[in-house]
């Protein structure tokens, strides 16, 4: 039994949750990974896989080869890169909630940009997916609210930038670009039929709470878990949105189209990159050096927070 292959079909299995996906990310058989699985429990002696018609998840013992399988594979990689000596290279896996993938995939491009060597995989979590990610070490990097940190030991953060809100809507028939316009307040835009993040989403709690502050709770027009889809919905006509400068940003050349910035109350967010406290392996490290970078950080300052009207 090839052990590290082993832990790493595992590892596969609790990611993708069914036996088939989890062999294919693997490229090999279903029944190669099966039997694999099989020898894995037979060397440990426990049940590892509960078994049925489909995939029902890991027994107790299960989840704890798993913990140990994430380590093994960690440090095993770790040990690779060092011994090779070379520049950063491999897959980088980076989870960001959805209000701040637009920044996640910037951030990405310029990784991949300065190290050719560097594969970059950007995922869109809930803030509780990022923090098992990095937990379980199936993330590298993430980038979320920095005030959800505390509550999760061991995890170190580099402060990015504070989310401002804006409320979007449709211009009629304008074609111009995307226009800024003045403040409004919160229990203004609470008049309009709005679109929102469904309420599991870590952003519709700021959200609600902002309202709940300025006096009108709100109850949605709209609804989705998309961040796509609000401005997709706005473009469309008939709702508006409420949105932070990094999604605005995102939509600067959407015809037809204003923002304004949201006070009464003033709302600020902090967002910042997290990692595990582990032994950095040099594509992480690469990535850390890129995020405390001044370039980056005005690049940051330029399409994410307060932004700034274009000409």
């Not at 910037?106 to 098992?132: D, I, K, N, T």
């Amino acid at each position: 039994m090839n052990l590290l292959a082993s832990l790493r079909y595992l590892v596969a299995l609790d990611t993708h949750r069914h036996f088939g996906r989890a062999a294919a990310a693997c490229h090999v058989t279903q029944p190669a990974l099966s039997n694999a699985l099989k020898a894995l429990e037979q060397e440990f002696g426990v049940a590892i896989v509960r078994r049925g018609r489909q995939y029902a998840g890991l027994t107790p013992e299960g989840e704890r080869v798993l913990s140990t399988a994430q380590r093994m594979l960690h440090e095993h990689a770790l040990l690779q890169q060092e011994l090779a000596g070379e520049a950063p290279r491999g897959r980088l896996r980076i989870g960001a909630v959805p209000t701040a993938i637009p920044v996640a995939a910037r951030f990405a491009a310029r990784l991949q940009a300065r190290h050719p060597g560097l594969v970059p995989v950007v995922l869109s979590l809930a803030s509780p997916q990022l923090e098992a990610g990095l937990e379980q070490l199936s993330l590298d990097l993430a980038l979320g609210y920095s005030e959800r940190v505390g509550s999760v030991p061991r995890l170190q953060v580099w402060p990015q930038y504070e989310e401002h809100y804006y409320l979007l809507r449709r211009a009629g028939a304008d074609a111009a670009p995307l226009r800024f316009e003045a403040a409004t307040s919160w229990r203004e835009a609470a008049a309009l039929p709005l679109v929102l993040l469904t309420p599991e989403m870590h952003n519709r709690s700021i959200v609600d709470d902002a309202f709940a502050t300025a006096g009108r709770p709100v109850q949605p027009a709209l609804e989705t878990n998309s961040v796509e889809t609000l401005a997709v919905a706005v473009a469309s006509g008939g709702v508006a949105a409420v949105l932070p400068g990094a999604l605005v940003d995102a939509v600067r050349g959407q015809a037809g189209l204003t923002a304004a910035p949201l006070v009464d109350p003033e709302v600020r967010t902090p967002i910042g990159f997290f990692a595990a406290g582990a032994r950095p392996s040099r594509a992480l490290q690469a990535a850390l050096d890129l995020l405390q970078d001044a370039a980056w950080q005005a690049e940051v300052a330029a399409h994410a927070g307060a932004l700034v009207p274009t000409a």
